[in-house]
């Protein structure tokens, strides 16, 4: 079974989707600032997902996930302080970090299934 059939991976590619359109209405001016953060941690979440499903052991597969789970809560920070300094309005933000705190919930659920 491939990784793209994993639930989690999927959602993590939907919440890079979502960060992509989201960041759309951030000015011109963050392009290379907070845009280019918080679509780099999003991408992060799904690639390490995926890395660490293609690995060869348990114990490597759980690392990635701390990893993924890292950049979620790189994204999450990157996302409050977006929204703190009003790059876009701040009731847009209440959708997109609800999608952040479910995918950490399903993130350390996975983990601590796996750790068993």
Excluded at 8 to 15: G, H, S
Excluded at 55 to 68: C, D, V
Excluded at 94 to 103: A, D, G, I, Q
Aim: with cysteine; net charge positive.
């Amino acid at each position: 079974m491939s990784y793209r059939n994993q639930f989690i991976w999927q959602r993590a590619v939907q919440l890079a989707i979502n960060c992509y359109k989201f960041t759309r209405l951030f000015p011109q001016s963050e392009l290379y600032g907070l845009t280019s953060q918080i679509r780099r941690s999003s991408v992060s979440v799904a690639s390490n997902i995926a890395e660490g499903y293609g690995r060869r052991s348990k114990p490597e597969y759980i690392q990635f996930l701390h990893i993924a789970l890292g950049s979620l809560r790189e994204l999450d920070t990157q996302l409050i302080i977006a929204k703190e300094v009003d790059l876009a309005e701040k009731n847009l933000f209440t959708p997109l970090l609800n999608e952040v705190e479910e995918m950490q919930s399903i993130l350390v659920a996975t983990l601590n299934k796996l750790k068993g």
